[in-house]
């Protein structure tokens, strides 16, 4: 019994679903929100991702995963999509997609890089551009529960006008500090000079090694091998640092 409850649950999260355009949102130049609607959608984690599946009418299809950015809960979902250049499934859906149109989804993926309510230990975010999408996650789970677990949120960009979520972040939630990283461009009278994510980035604005965090990380392969790497040299078990990374194929 007990096997086949975990082979139904597992053949759920590999069905294909239906999700309907209900909604988008610009937030900056390159990145849309994309908000689905998915009658049979079981709800997720927070950091969890799905499957994107689109199919044209040649029957040519292609897929890629993405992050949820939403709390979790049925029916409804958010996916932040940043256009690549060079990306053959991003710049559709971040500037062609519709209110109305459909798409093919299956999930939710992941078990391991993701946070539930229930965690007590303090909790630091490292995020590295479009990065900070599941980690957007576990900060709307984190409210929407009431949680009171203390968060603390490093967010590396290349600019101001780069930035995710910027209302929602600047209005901010008891509990939870964020710190922004530029690595090009930095807003005038900023204190740090612009440029990439270094140690004492972590030292000053994470939290101590001796507090035992758990410490999620996510972006690009370099910045999550480095910061990740970073947070262990200082101090930080290698088992409370989780890592999300994205790169190498072109989305």
Do not use: N
């Not at 689905?36 to 009418?57: I, S």
């Not at 149109?101 to 965690?119: I, K, N, T």
């Amino acid at each position: 019994m007990a096997r086949a409850t975990v082979q139904g649950r597992l053949g759920e999260r590999l069905r294909w679903r239906t999700a309907e355009v209900v909604g988008r949102r610009s937030e900056y130049a390159e990145a849309t929100t994309l908000m689905l609607k998915v009658p049979d959608w079981p709800g997720h984690l927070a950091g969890q991702h799905v499957d994107v599946r689109l199919t044209a009418e040649d029957g040519y299809s292609t897929q890629r995963s993405y992050s949820v950015a939403s709390t979790p809960e049925p029916g409804h979902l958010e996916l932040t999509v940043q256009s690549l250049p060079d990306g053959e499934v991003s710049p559709y859906l971040a500037h062609d997609m519709a209110v109305g149109d459909l798409l093919e989804l299956r999930g939710p993926v992941g078990g391991w890089f993701v946070w539930r309510p229930e965690q007590e230990e303090p909790v630091l975010l490292v995020a590295g551009g479009s990065g900070l999408v599941p980690l957007m996650s576990m900060i709307r789970a984190r409210g929407s529960s009431g949680g009171r677990t203390p968060f603390r949120l490093l967010y590396s960009l290349r600019s101001p006008a780069h930035g995710l979520y910027a209302k929602e972040l600047r209005e901010g939630l008891p509990g939870l500090d964020v710190t922004y990283l530029y690595t090009r461009e930095a807003p005038e009278g900023a204190k740090r000079e612009p440029g990439r994510i270094v140690p004492s980035d972590l030292v000053e604005h994470g939290w101590p090694a001796e507090f035992a965090p758990t410490c999620y990380v996510c972006g690009p392969t370099a910045f999550a091998e480095k910061a990740s790497a970073y947070l262990v040299l200082l101090g930080h078990s290698p088992e409370r640092v989780r890592v999300e990374r994205f790169g190498g194929t072109g989305e």
